[in-house]
T-cell receptor, first 113, second 113 residues
Framework: DTGVSQDPRHKITKRGQNVTFRCDPI?????LYWYRQTLGQGPEFLTY????????KSRLLSDRFSAERPKGSFSTLEIQRTEQGDSAMYLC???????????FGPGTRLTVL | DQQVKQNSPSLSVQEGRISILNCDYT??????FLWYKKYPAEGPTFLIS?????DKNEDGRFTVFLNKSAKHLSLHIVPSQPGDSAVYFC????????????FGGGTRLMVKP
């Protein structure tokens, strides 16, 4: 399978715990995006990388959130001290530089109890 | 403020008929528009797109129309099939600002046999 993959698919955690999600983009796609989707809403942009450089962060990305893409391939999104409001689907997408169509992974569904 | 709006949360259509999904935007810097289809518990799947220099793009049963002066786009599906039942998201991007996508809230399409 050469699509975007995300791990885990589901995560249930208790409030206050830290969680980390992983995204593996389509190989050779140099741009990687993270979005968050809550129930009944469209996805909202969080941050994106071009290769290993994080170029843009949304105001939605509080200081409890951090994202990395250390070697310009896979990316991780960490949420520290989770809150119930963090419960959402976290989506990753990738794109080849110069292109316009982003290809999404299946998402990680986070539930904070 | 919502820069991309889909004012119809749901649409029900008979199989074989035309489905028309609408989307409005406010940001005149958007220069590329996309439609995604989403099933529950999956990531969005790219459907069709259009550049702001065009007013129509067609791909099989799917046609997207763009009216720049009205800041309005629509997706036509002809003929509609039961397998088209899903949530459809309109998205817009500014190619000069990192291509991050701004999504509408989605329209749930139900195609009845």
């Amino acid at each position: 399978d050469t699509g975007v993959s995300q791990d885990p698919r589901h995560k249930i955690t208790k409030r206050g715990q830290n969680v980390t999600f992983r995204c593996d983009p389509i190989s050779e796609h140099n741009r990687l995006y993270w979005y968050r989707q809550t129930l009944g809403q469209g996805p909202e942009f969080l941050t994106y990388f071009q290769n290993e450089a994080q170029l843009e962060k949304s105001r939605l990305l509080s200081d409890r959130f951090s994202a990395e893409r250390p070697k310009g391939s896979f990316s991780t999104l960490e949420i520290q001290r989770t809150e119930q409001g963090d419960s959402a689907m976290y989506l990753c997408a990738s794109i080849l530089g110069g292109g316009n169509e982003q290809f999404f992974g299946p998402g990680t569904r986070l539930t904070v109890l | 403020d919502q820069q991309v709006k889909q004012n119809s949360p749901s649409l029900s259509v008979q199989e074989g008929r035309i489905s028309i999904l609408n989307c409005d935007y406010t940001n005149s810097m958007f220069d590329y528009f996309l439609w995604y289809k989403k099933y529950p518990a999956e990531g969005p799947t790219f459907l069709i797109s259009i550049s702001s220099i065009k007013d129509k793009n067609e791909d099989g049963r799917f046609t997207v129309f763009l009216n720049k002066s009205a800041k309005h786009l629509s997706l036509h599906i002809v003929p509609s099939q039961p397998g088209d039942s899903a949530v459809y998201f309109c998205a817009a991007s500014d190619n000069n600002a990192g291509n991050m996508l701004t999504f509408g809230g989605g329209t749930r399409l139900m195609v009845k046999p």
